[in-house]
Structures are given as C-alpha cells and as structure tokens.
C-alpha cells in the first residue's frame, strides 16, 4: 500500500506538486492521468525518491520513505519508463538481471527468474536472452523495460508513460499484456500517462491531475458518470463520452440470453467479452439493430439489441 | 568472359602496380656509402624468372577480380600474401645475386618500384579486407606475419647486404636506445596527460562556467606549430634550470626530454578532455535515470553504466593522442630529446638516405601498430553489434 | 556594417596586428633578446628578412592547400557518383589509415623518393594534407540526407545540378573543417620543412638550434605561432558563416 498525506514538491519558487493526498491499495492499479506538465511523472518518481517531496509525507506499506535507504527503497520497486532506458552496453538478460545482482541474488536464481520472465512478456529465451537493446523493435525493447522492472519480484511497480513511444497496435498489445500479467501477479501498480482511454483501459482507478493538483479520482465508470469538472469532461473526450463509456461494459452484461443452447452462428455475430462499443460500430457497419452473441466456442448464447444498448439494460 | 568487370578496384590496382614494377628501379648497388648507386630494373635485380613469375601472379589476381562471376576473394587474399612474403626473400634473393665477396662494403639501397609494389599490395589488402569481410584483427595479423618474416630473414642474415641494414648494424646501441626513449616519451605523455585530462574533465563537468576558457586555451596550443612550441619552451626552461640546480639534477634543461614531455602533455590534453567530456556527457540521460530508479548507489550507476559506456570514446581518444605523440616525439630530436627523430635528423643532415628510412620506418610501424591496438580495443569495449 | 558583424572579426584582426607587428617588429627588440643571449655574437636572424620568410611559407601552404582540396574534394566526388562508388570503401579507409601516420615521417620520406628542397616539401604537404580533406568530404557527401537528393532530383535537377546546388553547399561547412584541419598540420609541417631545405619560418629555430642560439629560436617560434593563430581564427570565422552540421543532418 502506498500514502500520500499532504504532499507537495516545488522546484524554487515554481509548485509542481500542490498538497496531494492519495492512496493507492495494495494489487490496485491506479493510473494517474493529466496534460504535461501537470506533476504526474513528479509524483510517480517522489514514490521511489528520484525526487525529493518538500513538505508532506509518504509511506510504504506504513513505513515513511525518508527512513528507508534510497537504494534499498528503489531495489524494492520496479521502474519502467517511456524512453526505456536499456543499458545498450548489455545484453537482454543482463539487463534484466540488473535489479536481482543489485540485490545479490545466487546466479542460478537470476537465471531462472531472467527465463521465468522473457517467458511471462513472450519474448523466446533462445531468441532474445542475448541479444542487445539496439536489435530490438520498440515493442520488444518495452517488453525487456517491463521485465526488467518486474525481475526483483517487487511488491510495487511505478510505470512512467511506458508505451507513450509505441504505435498504436503495438501499444494495445502490450496494454492486453500487462492486464494479464495484472490479473496473474496483482502488483500495486502506479502508471502515469496522458491518454485518457489507455487509463479507462487499464485503471482500477484514474487520479486526474491538473496543475500540481489532483481535481478527481474515482474508478472508470464513475469517472466517466461524473466527472468533477469541465477539465476532466473535456480530458474524457466531451461528445464521445458515451462511446468511452461504451467501451468499459461488456456486451454480456446487456444482452438476452438464450433458454436453450443455439447453433454455431455463420457470418458476423458478438463475442460475450467484446464491449458495448464494438457491438455499437457492428451494429452500425451491419446497419442492424440485433447481433448474436457467441461464446469463445463460436457456439450462440444469446442476442443484443440495438435498445438494450441505449437504455443501458437488458431487453 | 564478358568485357565489363566484376571488380574494377584490383584489376586498377594491379595495373598500377605492374606498371611501376616494370618502369622504375627495383633497387640499387653502391660500392660503399659515400659513391652513388647504380640502378637495376626489376629484371636485372632479381633476374628473368622470378620477375615473369612475380609479374604472372599479380596478373593472376587481377584477371581473377575482373572476369570471374563471383570473384574468389579467399583465393586472392592467399595470392596477396604470397606476394607480400615474396618482398624480402626477393631482397636477399638481390643480395645473394649482386654482392660478392670481394665486394665487402657494396650495400643494396630499396628503390622507388618496390616501394610502389609495397604501397599497392597495401592498398589491395585493404581493399581485399573489405571483400572478405576480415576483421581488422586478421590485417593486423597479415601485418605482423610479414614483419615477423621480415626479421626471421634479417635474422639469418639474408637482409645482411641491404643498406638498410647495414645502417642499422653500425649503431645498434643507438637503434634500441631511440626505441626505449621514443617509446618512453610517448607513454610518458600519454601517460600523464590522461591523469591531468581526466581530472580536468571532472573539474569542467563540476564547474561548468570554466569549460569554454579551458577548451579555447587547449585548442589555441593544439594550433601552435610544434616547433614553434618546443621552440618557445626552451627559453624558460634554461632559464628555471639555471636558477634552481635541483632541476638541473634531474636532467631537467632548456634542450632534452623536459621541454618535449612538457609540449607532449600540452598538445595532449585537447583530445583527452574533449574525448572524456563528449564521452561522459553522451550517454542518454534516460538510461541514466532508469539506472538510478533500479536503485543503483552512484558510485554503482558511474562504474557499472557511464564509465562501460563512454570507455570507446576515451579509447578513441587515447588512440588519437597516442599517434599525435609518436609523430611529435619525432619532431621532439630536434630539440635534443632522443627517439628515431634522431635517425631521420641526423640522415637529412648527412643526405643519408637509408638512414632516414630507418628513422622513419619504426615511426611508421609504431604508428600502424598503436592505430590497431587501439582500435580493436575500442571495439573490444564497444562490444555492441551494429543493429 | 554591424557591430555584431565587427565581432566575427576580432580574433583574427588580432592575431593578423600581431604577426604583422612582429615580422617587421622584431629586429627592433634587439635588447630584449640581447637579455636571452648575452653571449652571442648577433642576437636577431639575419640570413633573410622575416617578411621574406612570411611570404615563402604561406605560398607553401598556399599552393598545398589548393592542390589538396582540388585533389581531395575531386577524389571525394569521384566516388561518390555512381560510376566511381568501387573506389568509395579503398578511398575512405586510404584517407582514415594515411592519417595514422606522423606527417614528419611523409616529409622525411620524401627526400629518398625526390631529394631536398622545396619540391619535396610541396609533395609531402600535399600529400599528406589530401586526407583530412577526402575524408571531410567524404562524410559531407555521404551525411546529406537521402531525401534531400532525392527531392532535388524529383524536381528536374541533372546530376551536376544537383552537386553544385545541393551537395557541395550542403557539404562545404564540413570540408571547410577538413581543410582548416590540413593547413593547421601543413602550417606546423611547413615549418619543418627547412630541415629539408625549404625555406620557411623554420629556418630561424633550425638555425638557432644549430648554433645554440635561443634567441633566434624564439623569434621564429613566434612568428609561426602567430601564423597558425592568424590562419586558424580565420577559418573559424568562415566556418561560422556557413550551413553547420545540423543543416546537413536535418537537409
């Protein structure tokens, strides 16, 4: 578990982190979302003591970090940033290993755990546990930057705009990656970035932040429900508000089961885990007001309606 | 066959390199040291045979590089160093032909056509090198290997009768002495001026207000010519040697090894500091914060990811400082400070020819040899491969 | 003009009052160097007049400095056009290795090869000042983003158009740094050059060191330091006036 009682951090005369208070559970994700400049990243790297706070307090699992040793504190928490930040002088599996020989781990458990985790983030061993940062393509480079920052086990994993870099459908991939890995290893996870669907998609919790201040922080859907203010509104999008929105519910939860089990459905139909968003642009692009809906098998289970969807219920 | 070649780089070379063989002398033969030589083309100095075989192999490479598909590089790399052996056996193939007996002070000077068939089979093994993709290592290797049979010859005496080595014989104590202080000069100021430059480079990197006033000093000494720079020292020296004897004591003088070691560092120090200050500062300032957020100490994120990283560029430094000093210590005999600058001095004053080929040589090799060295421990450290 | 424009010119009006000063000031200071050589029977360099020695070294390195960069930018843009490019990879490692060797070994050198006085001076200079300048050049061509000549030939250029009106202005701040390079070396080289019997401003540190005269060593000294000084900033100052690297990196 993280705190922030009261924290503040300003550089000279300039405020760039205002008096927060924020709290972030253990195995939560929580992102913290805002335009540049607005003390995100500042945030995320007083967690780990890259910076200093200059007023206020910041506890670990209770305990105050200015009575930790920076180093020990650091080793404890992963860190994957935007720009990745390889050592282009090692190889991928050193570079993995670097926090596990901080922590003088024996060699063959740096090994296992260096396999272990290219296994975890789909990167071959063979292929890649020698190759150096600069053979890699963006998406595996951020990959090794995730691995890296999971490789001591930490308990805490701060993430600074790690796939800012990325395009859009290797960005995606590796969103769908770290919910997996989410779901398998329920980290507390801090993820800073300044795309409000990446945080949709990810959060557990969104903190929005604007001017050293946090304005709101509220799950998704509550966000999206009520945003506090015109600047959150307009961070979540104004009209497309409701295609975001769209986008967090699955289309199991609106559709019409079916009594009997059906057939296999041929040509376009729903799966039970897409969201209500890709039901609404098939429904658009089929020009229909029905679709089926089938289960992982391919076999129908049920149907939505084009009404369900805008009443927000089933028929 | 077809008429346009695969490869036009050999068979130029080659052309050159048969045209030079054939038009200028090979060697010549002086009855003693002083009277001038008489000249031998290449068919009157190693005879008809060796000459038509020499000839045919060179031909040999080139019809190979032009008119076949796929040119045998490997094959053509074999032939060049067949080519490159044969240089000193054909030297004491010409001693055992033309110096008899009675003769005993005839020496053999090195003409203009076979230093133009050295220079070209240079000039083909680099070109050959880059063909077969030989790592700089195996050319540095070609290279020892004829040097190594150049002295094994030496050794057996079949050098013996070359001018060359005749110079060399009569001041053998002279020879390894230069060696020792030419050497000494240059790793002296190498040396000292990384200790100094690295200390500067920190001092800079801490205070940065003093970078511009000690670059542009640094780089308005590296203009200065550098006999003007010995030149200028030796007024002062004498003068600090006159008034504190201690100096004098310990050889320190207005001519000699002080004003030289002095200059050395001074020219030295521009391309230490540039090298260190580029070389610290160019690594990616992400790489070091995620170094300090995986909680490295900062003793840790120095030795293990700024020094690992910026150590072929201060390699490429000392590299580019090292060959700067081996030329100036040259210039440095001039001013009384030893070294095969000595040689080549003391050879223009006497318009002795071979003897300032033997000063000139050893700087040449040394040269060469630093060069490699240096390079292929950079890349040694460098170690990352090319994306 | 511009006052800022005036500043561009400070170090090299400077260093040029300088040497000017000393090479018809010099005589004039005969108690000063009486004071280094007390001893000596003369005190200033007489064999020939400073201005005279001036004037036979810059021609020196004049006449060096142009037949290298004709030499040295021709090589550089004969291999790099299609029908040349062979020669591009023997041509870049020639210019890279040839430096590695010392340019008073080249000098020394080229006595066997054509004997002594000015000719083989020249040769060695020339010789040995070609490879900063193809190397420079080389880099320069080579640097020039694809995209610009691409677009320069998309929009109707010939070949030669487009070197002139692309690549050689695109490249010249960076054969303009080779050059300073190769006469900044050809100065010092020049110098050395009277142990070879070129007559230049070495010869009165040749001759003073000959004769155990320090005097005479400092006043050449002088004088070919200011000359390098004087040359240098003034390449510095056209060097400003051109496209920087960066131009050649963005295209």
């Known amino acids: 578990m993280i705190e922030l009682l009261n924290v503040s951090k300003s550089f000279g005369p300039s405020v760039a982190v205002d008096d927060i208070s924020l709290t972030v559970k253990a195995a939560e994700l929580c992102v913290l979302v805002g335009t540049s400049g607005c003390g995100k990243s500042t945030t995320l790297r007083m967690i780990n003591r890259l910076i200093a706070h200059t007023a206020g307090q910041i506890r670990i699992d209770g305990q105050a970090i200015d009575q930790l040793d920076p180093h020990t504190l650091r080793r404890r928490i992963g860190y994957a940033i935007q720009s ?7 190889t991928v599996a050193r570079n993995i290993a670097v926090v596990p020989r901080l922590l003088g781990w024996p060699a063959p458990r740096i ?61 995606d991939s590796l969103q769908n990656e770290l919910l997996r890995i989410q779901a398998q290893l329920r980290k507390t996870i801090v993820f800073v970035t300044h795309d409000m669907d990446e945080a949709l998609k990810l959060a557990n919790r969104i903190v929005v932040m604007e001017k050293g201040r946090i304005v709101q922080q509220d799950t998704p859907q509550a966000l999206l429900a009520r945003p506090a203010t015109a600047f959150v509104e307009n961070l979540l999008g104004g009209q497309e508000r409701g295609l975001k929105q769209a986008g967090l519910q699955r289309v199991a939860a609106l559709m019409q089961p079916l009594n009997a089990p059906g057939l296999r459905v041929v040509g376009p139909a729903l799966k039970t885990a897409d969201s209500l968003r890709q039901a609404l642009s098939l429904m658009l692009w089929q020009r229909c007001t029905s679709l089926p809906v089938v289960d992982e098998q391919g076999v129908q289970v049920g149907v939505l309606h084009v009404d369900s969807l805008l009443r927000g219920a089933p028929q | 066959m077809r008429l346009r070649p695969v490869n036009r780089v050999i068979p130029v070379l080659v052309l050159m390199a048969l045209a030079l063989l054939w038009s200028l002398d090979f060697v010549s033969i002086q009855a003693n040291r002083i009277v001038p030589g008489s000249s031998l083309g290449l068919v009157a100095a190693v005879g008809m045979r060796w000459a038509l075989g020499l000839s045919g192999v060179l031909a040999l490479c080139g019809l190979l590089a032009a008119y076949v598909r796929r040119p045998p590089y490997g094959v053509l790399l074999a032939l060049l160093c067949l080519l490159l052996a044969q240089l000193p056996l054909s030297l004491a193939w010409v001693g055992e032909q033309h110096i008899t007996a009675e003769l005993a002070h005839a020496r053999v000077g090195i003409g203009a056509g076979f230093w133009g068939l050295l220079f070209l089979l240079g000039l083909l093994s680099i070109e050959l090198q880059q063909r077969v993709r030989l790592h700089r290592a195996g050319l540095l290797g070609i290279g020892l290997g004829l040097l190594l049979l150049t002295l094994g010859v030496a050794h057996l005496g079949g050098l013996e009768p070359l001018a060359l080595m005749r110079e060399y014989q009569s001041r053998r104590q002279q020879f390894s002495s230069a060696l020792y202080s030419h050497l000494g000069l240059v790793a002296a100021a190498v040396g000292v001026s990384l200790l100094l430059g690295a200390g500067l480079a920190l001092l800079i990197n801490r205070f940065p207000a003093i970078q511009r006033s000690c670059m542009g000093l640094l780089s308005v000494i590296q203009t200065i010519p550098s006999l003007a720079l010995f030149g200028l020292l030796i007024a002062p020296l004498s003068y600090l040697s006159a008034q504190f004897p201690l100096l004098q004591q310990f050889g320190v003088r207005g001519i000699g090894w002080a004003p030289a070691l002095l200059a050395l ?107 490699s060295l240096f390079s292929l421990l950079a890349a040694h450290y460098r170690g990352v491969p090319a994306p | 003009m ?30 000063g160097f009486r004071a280094i050589e007390p001893g000596a029977r003369a005190v200033i360099y007489s ?72 000719l083989p001076t020249l040769f060695a200079l020339v010789l040995y000042g070609v490879l900063p300048i193809l190397r420079n050049s080389l880099a320069g061509l080579h640097g020039i983003a694809p995209a610009v000549l691409e677009a320069a030939r998309g929009m109707g250029m010939s070949p030669w158009q487009v070197l002139w009106q692309v690549e050689l202005p695109l490249a010249s701040a960076v054969i303009v740094a080779g050059s300073r390079t190769s006469v900044t070396i050809n100065i010092a080289t020049a110098a050395i050059g009277s142990t070879i019997g070129a007559s230049t401003l070495g010869d009165p540190i040749i001759s003073g060191l000959v004769n155990g005269n320090s005097a005479y060593v400092v006043q050449g000294a ?22 920087g690297p960066a131009a050649v990196a963005l295209g």
């Open chain 1, 84 to 90: 990745i930040g390889l050592f282009p002088h090692w």
């Open chain 1, 111 to 171: 090994a296992q755990r260096v396999d272990e985790l290219l296994h975890l983030l789909d990167l071959p061993a063979a292929e890649f546990a020698g190759k150096y940062p600069n053979q890699l393509s963006g998406g595996q480079a951020q990959r090794v930057g995730v691995a890296r920052a999971l490789a001591g086990d930490p308990e805490i994993l701060l993430m600074d705009e790690p796939f800012g870099a990325l395009d859009p459908i290797t960005r």
């Open chain 2, 265 to 371: 560092i001074a020219y030295s120090l521009l391309p230490i500091v540039r090298n260190i200050g580029v070389a610290l500062q160019a690594v990616e300032p992400s790489v070091i914060d995620a170094a300090h957020g995986m909680g490295m100490s900062p003793r840790q994120v120095f030795f293990q990811v700024r020094l690992p990283l910026a150590l072929p560029v201060i390699i490429e430094g000392v590299r580019v400082t090292t060959l700067q000093a081996i030329g100036l210590t040259a210039v440095a005999a001039l001013i009384g400070a030893g070294g095969f600058g000595t040689f080549i001095f003391q050879g223009l004053g006497q318009a002795a020819m071979d003897l300032i080929v033997l000063g000139a040589l050893p700087i040449l090799l040394m040269a060469l040899l630093a060069d």
């Open chain 3, 2 to 31: 511009t006052a800022s424009h005036w500043q561009g010119w400070r170090w090299p009006l400077l260093w040029l009052g300088l040497l000017l000063a000393a090479t018809f000031g010099l005589p004039q200071l005969e108690a």
């Open chain 3, 47 to 118: 064999q020939a007049s400073f201005s005279g020695l001036l004037v036979k070294h810059l021609l020196l390195v004049a006449a060096a400095a142009c037949a290298a960069v004709a030499l040295g930018v021709g090589t550089a843009i004969m291999v790099s056009r299609p029908w040349g490019r062979d020669f591009l990879p023997l041509a870049s490692q020639v210019a890279s290795i040839g430096q590695t060797f010392p340019p008073v070994a080249v000098l020394a050198l080229a006595v066997p090869a054509l004997g002594f006085g000015v």
């Open chain 3, 222 to 243: 002088l004088l070919i330091g200011l000359l390098a000084l004087t040359v240098d900033s003034l390449f510095e100052r056209v060097q400003n006036r051109l496209p």
